[in-house]
């Protein structure tokens, strides 16, 4: 069993920078692949960034050079995603999830969501 909780969203300007955490804790030494999606009003969820844990990245078209994601672990099996995004838009506001793969169908485990929402 692993839970995962987000945090970091809120409101931005575009153009502005923002960085989401999610804490994993439980059975984290079997978690190969951490990333985020995320979901806008009306569509559907979308990959944003996955990191293996030999920290193997892959990002969404829309984000690439614009957002990172990285990872930390600590002895007690504690583990934690980040998801730094840079030169925000407004087609970035959604619902940031975070979990343990890149298909959603195969996805086990979700954070709760933490909402990101880019405006004046």
Known sequence: Q??????GGGLVQPGGTLTLSCAA??????????????????????????ITSGGQTN??????GRINISRSS?????????L?????????TAVYYCTDGVDRDDCEYWGQGTQVTVGP
């Open 84 to 92: 730094q995004m840079n030169s925000l838009e407004a087609e970035d």
């Open 59 to 64: 990002y969404a078209d829309s984000v690439k």
């Open 25 to 50: 804790s439980g059975s984290t030494f079997n978690i190969a692949t951490m990333s985020w999606f995320r979901r806008a009003s009306g569509k559907h969820y979308e990959l944003v960034a996955a």
């Open 74 to 82: 600590t002895k007690d099996l504690k583990a934690t995603v980040y």
């Open 2 to 7: 692993v839970h995962f909780v987000a945090s």
